[in-house]
């Protein structure tokens, strides 16, 4: 007659204890009062970037025109920057102008306060890199919108400009808009880490995932560069290049934070 097997301490343990994230289970309501607070408190944070913003509209206002007025003025390009659409355009663009500064100056909170509300359903471990991960999705994004403002514009925008041998007269709300559209677009796709990390830590990929894909990524890396860009060579490159730099920061991202299981 066998003898039964002696139970395990740790796995007796394991189905005793509640899982982590089980324990932070909340009824709606709750999750609605955090999310109440949550967004107070980023309403408050960017109620303060606001008023700094205030302060320094002109000089961000500028700062946003200096690459098409300084490829304008090195290229003799004739025209400029001017009010078309409607009397109320100036006023329009300066409060967005300021609107704009006061959520890169309150970003840091505002990324945070998203992280912290997704925490609770993260295990103890991973509610650990909540402010590293915030502060990495702020500098990344941040970082794209720097590249496309001091790499792409001063590239594209001679190019834009002399296609047609004509004076520019464009709308600054135009202007405004298209710069803004460009600069999210390229802070998003600089976001790749992040969303790589996600998709490991849910088990959808892992390192071997991309490195078999890589070859077909790297198309479509060109591909959203062709899109996002001029149609030209040089700008395209300039764009694929930090965003395969990218793809292979996220290879060791996934390497390192995957769960998935591979059964062969």
């Known amino acids: 007659m066998s003898t039964p097997p002696e139970p395990d301490p740790a796995r007796q343990i394991a189905e005793k204890e509640p899982d982590e994230v089980e ?13 109440r607070t949550r ?15 205030l302060m320094f509209t002109d000089q961000i206002l500028a700062f946003i025109r200096a690459p098409l007025e300084h490829s304008m003025a090195i290229n003799g390009i004739e025209g400029g920057l001017s009010i078309n659409n409607s009397p109320f355009e100036a006023v329009s663009v300066w409060f967005r102008v300021a609107l704009l500064g006061a959520i890169v100056i309150a970003s840091p909170v505002l990324s945070y306060e998203i992280w912290a509300f997704v925490a609770p359903g993260l295990y103890k471990t991973e509610r650990r890199i909540v402010v590293p991960l915030a502060l990495s999705s702020v500098f ?3 970082a794209g919108g720097a590249f496309c403002y ?3 514009f001063p590239y594209a925008f001679p190019w834009l400009l002399g296609l047609i041998d004509a004076d520019v007269n464009l709308s600054i709300e135009g202007y405004l808009s298209a710069v803004l559209k460009v600069a999210v677009a390229f802070g998003v796709c600089f976001q790749l880490p992040i969303a790589v990390f996600f998709l490991a830590r849910v088990g959808l990929v892992d390192h071997k995932d991309m490195l078999v ?16 860009t001029p149609p030209d060579p040089l700008t395209q490159t300039l ?11 996220s290879i060791v991202i996934a390497k390192v934070f995957t769960t998935k299981v591979r059964t062969t």
């Open 150 to 152: 001091f790499v792409i």
């Open 239 to 249: 764009l694929a290049i930090p965003l395969t730099f990218l793809y292979v920061v």
């Open 39 to 53: 967004m107070l408190r980023a309403a408050a944070a960017l109620a303060v970037g606001l008023a700094i913003s």
């Open 140 to 142: 990344l994004f941040l």
């Open 23 to 35: 324990q932070y289970r909340m009824p709606l309501l709750d999750h609605l009062r955090e999310l």
């Open 213 to 228: 894909g890589f070859r077909y990524s790297l198309v479509a890396i060109f591909v959203i560069a062709a899109i996002l």
